[in-house]
Each structure stands twice: as C-alpha cells, then as structure tokens.
C-alpha cells in the first residue's frame, strides 16, 4: 500500500514526505504556505490528492466556488468527490450536481463510499476508483477494494487496513506524536487536526511514526 502523511500546515515539509500528498480545498484557498508546498510538490511529480470536504471531524461537502478556487491554484491527479458522512442518497446527489458543475475533471473523479448499514452497500454502484472514510472501515470485510482504491485516515489503530492494497492517507502517526505518543499508544483516539498546530514536542515520537507507518505497509520513501 501508497501511504500519504497529513500533518499541519507548520510542519508539511517534515512529515509529508512520500510521493503520495493529499490536501484540502479551503486551505488551499487561504493559506500561502500550505498552497505552495502544494504546488511545489505537483512539480517535483508527486501524486496530488484533492478531497473535496470542510476542513471538520464530520465529512461533508466543501462550497462549490471554494473547490473552484482551489482548482485554479492547484492542479491535482485525483479528486474525491464530496460526500455526506453515512448519507449515501444525500452523497449521490452532491456527486451528481458535482459532476455537472466540474465537467472538466471529471476523469479524475473518485467517489467516496457512503452509508450507514450493510443494505446501503448492496447499492451502492462500485467502481474500480474509490474512496472510503474511516467512518466506514466497520464494513471492510464486504468493501469490493482494489489496488486503486484510497483509504482516508486512520480509524483508530494503524493495523486496520493491513493486508489492504490501495492508498493510504494519514495523519494518525502526527496526532500521536503531537501528544508524545507512539503508534501503539493509540488509546484512546486522538484529536482531530486543526491543521495549524504550532508546537512538535515530540519531535522524535512523531518522526517515528511517520517512519514506521510508511514502513508497516512497505513504503520506500524515507525520512
């Protein structure tokens, strides 16, 4: 498996360091920093991931004008799609007016699986591309997963997606490391990132998780 570190703005060019990267529309849009290591990095050839949702705990859909913003400062290889958080008739909708509004990109679209029982799912027309939220890696064993399909986050524990192909994005080794604690320690689950967290305690904690993260799923970049 690819893995993709998502860290705060402050400290992007200590952790997000492997060929996968992975940002968000509205700090594109409103911070300098964050979109020029972007931007550098679509030039140094990496895989630029666009997910098109608020920067909250909650998954829902970011403002259509802010992901056209977003989209005229940066140039990514894969968008995924909005979404409702457990919401699959809500999420078909937004993709759909999405996919009008955005014609141009629509060959690098993915969908993000919603959905809220394993009924949803039965419907739920899959794709070889596809993206899942942790919020739904309660259904993995009935996920119709592919090398090309893109996990987001960490649920919990980084050995939930093990055996998985695909891409991982992550910033469960930050979280951790932030509070001074290693992988193994992921109990109980930490924070969400405000993505502008100024202090790395913990520096050597968190440089090791990002390094035994990207090494847990086979990973050849290095720190």
């Known amino acids: 498996m ?26 594109l849009v409103t911070d300098t920093t964050y979109r020029n290591f972007y931007k550098k990095r679509k030039i140094e050839r990496s895989t630029i991931i666009l997910d098109c949702r608020k920067v909250s705990w909650k998954r829902i859909p970011e403002d ?35 996919m009008d509004e955005f014609p141009s990109v629509a060959t690098k679209v993915v969908k993000c699986l919603e959905g809220a029982s394993e009924e949803d799912l039965l419907y739920f027309p899959w794709t ?18 592919t090398s090309q399909t893109i996990y987001l986050e960490n649920h919990l524990a980084l050995e939930e997606l093990e055996g998985k192909d695909g891409i991982l994005v992550t910033s469960l080794p930050i979280r951790l490391g932030l509070q001074g604690r290693l992988l193994t320690d992921f109990r109980p689950s930490p924070d969400s990132l405000t993505f502008y967290e100024e202090e790395d305690k913990y520096e050597k904690i ?16 290095e720190l």
């Open 64 to 98: 259509f004008e802010v992901i056209k913003k977003a989209l005229r400062v940066c140039d990514p290889d894969i968008i995924v799609a909005p979404s409702y958080m457990f919401n699959s008739r809500a999420s078909s909708e937004i993709l759909k007016k999405f």
């Open 2 to 27: 690819k893995v993709g570190i998502i860290a705060p703005i402050k400290f992007l060019n200590n952790y997000c360091i492997t060929s996968i990267q992975y940002c968000l529309p509205s700090l």
């Open 206 to 221: 968190t440089r090791k998780n990002v390094k035994d993260t990207i090494e847990f799923y086979g990973g050849k970049d």
């Open 128 to 145: 070889k591309e596809l993206a899942v939220p942790s919020h739904m890696y309660r259904y993995l064993s009935i996920i119709k997963s």
